[in-house]
């Protein structure tokens, strides 16, 4: 038998079908097309193409294309326009000004900040003054533009309509959370000289066994058949198996590691009173941070209840420090504005009642939970984000102690690189924020300190407490590899299949 012949003879009934459908498509195709030529499931064509290759029967060639969807975001735009496009129209509408807060009725008070930036980024409007009023201004250019789409517009079309995008539009819309990317491999499979001269000798549809069967044992035909060898490389598809989501895993980690150093868990609810989440936190009742415009009030409840006595005591603190040594922050308390409610800010509103509720030390205290502030969404901010709260109450607690806790903590994580930097908090002193490094660069992971007597004092809370609170979705993405935090809760199955276990 020539050896041509003899590879012809090991050959399995799908490699053959393989190569027919590969010689009707003249020697070259798609694994995809091939197995729509009836030759079966996709699976059974790589399976077969990667043994004809390992017999260089065929050539497997490989390329990665990357592939560009639109998001929801992107559908969005699509539909009702991009922001500063919808800020144009009304411009253009009303004869190329406008006043912000009339803008800001039209397309909506999100859309009002991105639509700004845009505005001056493309050179579309000027924001004025005039009369005590904020007005803007459509400039020649946003008059010009205004006739037609921008790039990215196109681009936004050309993806819908399923075309490829390319370009710079590319970045700008990545950025803008509006497309994903995906990469894709493409194969093209061909026959080789070899492979053409075994379809020239031509090929006879009969299958040489590929098992092992009862039968052939017990018949003793097993001693004569032809087995086909097998290949531990051939082209097997990938199972993926349930597991928690990637986020789920992190925070089951965190909680290990805490619960390692000897820390309980605590949770709290979402629903809170200004008096709790800032108040007894000394935080100033006119404290930026506690604008509309950073935190979420609540219709309902509009009130909270909060015990009288001590409410006149945190009362006196802030007007005048009050039984501490302190001077407060000399200005009119309101106690109606204590008792608001909010969507919790931050965790600190948990460990706060925890240490009034148990103010004997020692305790050793986390919690991971979610807080809620009005930020603009982008790649490190989000509105809904969830942080990684602790405390240490004990005698003689000190700032180093404090230090080495986090370090513990982070090169647990598996974070070498940490550096601590003052800062400053109206609850805590000294303070100090956390950074790591990461792709070379310091990324701030949260903040932490020792409880000012102010706050520890009117809640009688015996010794030193040290606190921190560290964002969660920081430490994911870089532990997941990630560029955008809004990665983190796309939930693109996809990914979340290819990702191995932490
Ligand atoms: N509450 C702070 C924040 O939300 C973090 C912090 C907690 C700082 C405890 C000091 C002490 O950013």
Redesign the pocket.
Known sequence: MSSLEKIINELSLHEKEVLLSLHSFEGKSTPEDIAKNDVGSLVKVMNASSWLQSKGIVDIHEKLETIYSLTKEGKKFLTQGMPERQALTELINSNGQIDLDTLGSKIGKDNLAIALGWLKKRDWATLQSKDNKKVILITPQGKKDAQHNTQDEDALKSLKEGSSIQGTSVSSLKKRGAIKEKEKILRTISLTQKGKNILKKGLDITDVLSQLTPELIQTGKWKTATFRPYDVSAFVPSLYGGKKHPLTQLIDKIKSIFVGMGFQEIAGNYVESCFWTMDVLFIPQDHPARDLQDTFYCKQPPRMPVDKHLLDSIANVHENGGSTSSTGWQYKFSKKEAQKSILRT?T?VNTIRYLYEHPDPPSKIFQIGKVFRRENIDSTHLPEFQ?V?GIVHEKNANFCQLIGILKEFYHQLGFEKLRFRPAY?P??EP?MEVEVQWHGKWMEL????IFRPEVTEPLGIKETVL???LGLERIAIMYLGLNDIRELYFSDLDWLKKLPLL
């Open positions: 931050h600190t942080q709260e908090f609850y805590t303070s949260g903040g932490s300190g606190a921190w609170g």
